[in-house]
DNA sequence: CCCAAGTCCTGGTAGC
DNA sequence: TGCTACCAGGACTTGG
């Protein structure tokens, strides 16, 4: 489920459980996600401290009093269960505190991943190395997206999914920005002129902003047992709506690029 | 059969 | 021809 603002939601879930909370059990049940589970992971945080959760584009990262920092990743299907009634097939990382509180990373499609590294050299992650800027932090402002696209051909879609790009927009979220900004999806990335960056700038802005907001009111349905953090669809402008109405008064079309379903407007976006 | 929110890797091509 | 950068597309997996 997640792009940057199921991580930061699902962050902010889990910190009310684990923060400040002692490890008493920590026990992989698969030896694999995406990658390899480190086989020293049990080991490292069991009886360790959390310190501290925070977010780094689509990665949740929590560290301990061990100065580890273990790091996971919800990839297309992750997400985290709050004491669930019952553990099933894809349960595949279970992390009870000393409270007595149960934590399960729950991945049907396993395209999600956890890590552990050392907090002093988190940033040296190597998914982290070539990333651009937090969306949401002020290093990504108009002049820089600009510096970024500059003679880039590709379309500002595939640029905006480009982590190296601004890090932690997905499929909905750039289709639901560029609708909001009026950019075609398929306009080449490195020929938009200034002030639409300065629109869409705001638009990326804005889509996470409320996303984050409607995702941290449903924290409650999320601690439910068997809960989900579910994205805002309600309030999506064109993702998933093919042949509904744009807020402009156009329809909504479908293609696909890259294997992806892009929806967006014709009539408003240019 | 279709479709799905993630990242990574490969192979093709353009340009130097 | 060889190297590099860039870019498009496929692969991965399970379920609805």
């Known amino acids: 489920m997640p792009e940057l603002p199921e991580v930061e939601t699902t962050v902010a879930g889990l910190r009310s459980v684990l923060e400040g909370r002692a490890l008493l059990r920590v026990e992989p049940r698969r030896a694999d996600l995406r990658f390899p589970i480190p086989v020293d992971l049990r080991q490292r945080l069991t009886g360790a401290t959390v310190t501290g959760l925070s977010r780094r ?7 301990t009093d061990r100065g580890d920092m273990m790091i996971f990743h919800l990839g297309m299907s992750g997400r985290w269960r709050i004491d669930p009634a019952e553990i ?9 505190t000393r409270e007595g509180r149960l934590l399960s990373l729950n991945d049907p499609r396993r395209f999600g991943s ?3 590294v050392r907090a002093d050299a988190w940033s040296q992650y190597s998914p982290f190395t070539r990333m651009g800027p937090e969306p949401l932090g002020p290093d990504f402002d108009a002049d820089r997206l600009a510096a970024a696209l500059a003679g880039k051909a590709t379309s500002i879609k595939a640029a905006l999914l480009d982590q190296r790009i601004v890090a932690g927009l997905g499929n909905i979220y750039v289709c639901e920005a560029l609708n909001m900004a009026g950019i075609a999806p398929t306009r080449a990335a490195g ?6 960056l300065v629109l869409l700038v705001e638009a990326i802005r804005s889509v996470l902003t409320a996303a ?7 924290l409650r349905d999320y601690a439910r047992p068997d809960g989900e953090l579910g994205y805002f669809s309600k309030q999506w402008r064109v993702y998933g709506r093919e042949g509904e109405s744009c807020p402009c008064g156009g329809v909504v079309r479908r293609r696909i690029d890259g294997g992806r379903s892009t929806f967006y407007c014709a009539k408003c976006q240019k």
Do not use: N, Q
């Not at 099933?88 to 009870?96: C, N, Q, T």
């Not at 020929?191 to 639409?196: E, N, P, S, V």
């Open 57 to 63: 584009a689509k990665y949740g990262l929590i560290e």
């Open 212 to 218: 984050i907001t409607a995702g941290g009111s449903t």
């Open 88 to 96: 099933g097939a894809h349960d595949h990382l279970l992390i009870e």
């Open 191 to 196: 020929k938009i002129g200034r002030a639409r």
């Open 114 to 116: 956890v890590d552990l």
